[in-house]
């Protein structure tokens, strides 16, 4: 069982940065994958971006490579979402999940855990 609980959303400006942090709970958290999407309004939810349990392996959504940066700390059973030069599309909420799947990771169904979601909004 893993628990899911993303911070960091919140207004910024379009060209500003922002930092979403995924924590985890369970011992075997370093063994999954985790996953960002988000739900833009108007859109159904969509993949961002993931890492391998390990960090050393990533994927991104092309309408954010470049942009976003995904990084995880299993010491902190933290995984970290970086964004750069948002935009007013990127406003929306942004949910990590837990998958076990080694690949798909764009695929929702694979994924065995969620959290809330939080919140980010950019304004122009």
């Known amino acids: 069982q893993v628990q899911l609980v993303e911070s960091g959303g919140g207004l910024v400006q379009a060209g500003g940065s922002l930092t979403l942090s995924c924590a985890a709970s369970g011992r075997t958290f370093s063994t999954y994958t985790i996953g960002w999407f988000r739900r833009v309004p108007g859109k159904e939810r969509e993949f961002v971006a993931a890492?391998?349990?390990?960090?050393?392996?990533?994927a991104f959504a092309a309408s954010v490579r470049g942009r976003f940066t995904i990084s995880r700390d299993n010491a902190k059973n933290t995984v970290y979402l970086l964004i750069n030069s948002l935009e007013p599309e990127d406003t929306g909420v942004y949910y990590c999940a837990a998958t076990t799947y080694g690949t798909s990771w764009h695929e929702e169904g694979i994924y065995d855990y969620w959290g809330q979601g939080t919140q980010v909004t950019v304004a122009s």
């Open positions: 890492t391998n349990w390990s960090g050393r392996s990533t």
